[in-house]
């Protein structure tokens, strides 16, 4: 995983890109923040105070979101990176959207996430054009 991390320090980012050390407590709270809330739902969906259908946006943001690292890092590839951050954007919005209704704080307690991937996903696609002539190079 080293030399997969030696990749991305160079590729070229934005002056604005957050330092790479940043990310792990950034993450470290999130991921905590996710945890509870998202466990949340899953225990009620479990106990059938909530319907199954609520837990499926959920799903699909746990496995996006868990999806990007070895595409970014394991694929090396910005592209499938981009469209695995636009699923966990939009599957994060879907799940705001359906929790609302039923348990407030879950919606409330999930938005420092969904700015984080906001931004994200707005690096993730300035980084694409910034090496976007770089896959150009990887595919000769």
């Given at each position: 995983?080293?030399?997969?991390?030696?990749?991305?320090?160079?590729?070229?980012?934005p002056k604005w890109a957050p330092p790479s050390w940043l990310f792990g407590p950034v993450w470290s709270v999130l991921y905590v923040l996710i945890f509870i809330s998202f466990g949340f739902v899953f225990f009620n969906v479990a106990k059938g105070s909530l319907p199954f259908v609520l837990a499926l946006p959920f799903i699909l943001n746990l496995i996006s979101n868990f999806l990007f690292t070895p595409i970014q890092f394991g694929l090396k590839n910005n592209y499938l990176a981009a469209v695995d951050i636009i699923i966990v954007l939009f599957s994060l919005i879907f799940c705001l959207f359906v929790i609302y209704p039923y348990i407030k704080w879950v919606f409330f307690v999930n938005i420092p996430y969904f700015i984080w991937v906001l931004?994200?996903?707005?690096?993730?696609?300035?980084?694409?054009?910034?090496?976007?002539?770089?896959?150009v190079k990887d595919l000769e």
């Open positions: 995983m080293k030399k997969s991390y030696e990749w991305y320090f160079q590729l070229k980012k931004f994200a996903t707005v690096l993730q696609f300035t980084i694409v054009y910034l090496n976007r002539k770089n896959v």
